[in-house]
């Protein structure tokens, strides 16, 4: 009888812990996007790329701590807001710590990734990464010269299946023709 009790309440512990993701950060902020050369880069951008889009933003939690703590990694993602079942490669996984700062006895901490400003390359998606069964290919895009809203989100986790995954931030169309020069 132990035997059987014991294994229901591994099973249902099982149950409980692998696949939880929990929302968190939820007061993810955009606080600045602009264009950067890559040949004036000091980060881990392909040498070829031309130019990227810094993207800076904020939150109240220490996410270097939590992802610690948790045995967690973390990395960015982004998709076209308005075609969000569309596989694209728009960002580059890496987050970066960039500050701490104290406001009105308040902490932010501040982060930045990179944005790819085009993607011109025909290139196959793994079929473990496909978001669609009939997009073979990522899709071609050029922020330059036609933007879209691109929809930006923090997301990690274990291999126990435990994670996390931040507020969606948005950065518009408009913000990424004032920050992308032509």
Not at 31 to 41: G, P, R
Not at 122 to 136: C, F, G, N, T, V
Request: with cysteine; net charge negative.
């Amino acid at each position: 009888m132990s035997y059987i009790f014991t294994r229901k309440a591994l099973v249902l512990s099982y149950l409980f812990l692998a696949g939880c993701v929990s929302n968190f950060p939820t007061d993810l902020t955009l606080v600045e996007i602009k264009e950067i050369h890559t040949n004036t880069k000091n980060f881990d951008l392909p040498d070829d790329m031309g130019s990227a889009l810094k993207v800076k933003f904020s939150t109240r939690k220490d996410l270097d701590t939590y992802i610690s703590e948790n045995s967690f990694n973390m990395s960015s993602t982004a998709y076209f807001c308005n075609r969000p079942e569309i596989s694209a490669l728009i960002s580059f996984s890496k987050v970066y710590f960039i500050d701490k700062n104290s406001e009105e006895g308040e902490n932010r901490y501040f982060y930045e990734s990179y944005l790819s400003i085009e993607w011109s390359k025909s290139s196959e998606i793994p079929s473990a990464l496909k978001k669609s069964k009939d997009q073979m290919y990522y899709v071609l895009y050029d922020l330059s010269v036609d933007p879209e809203d691109i929809c930006l989100q923090l997301k990690g986790g274990n291999v126990s299946g435990r994670g996390f995954q931040s507020n969606v931030v948005t950065v518009s169309k408009d913000q990424l023709t004032k920050a992308i020069s032509k």
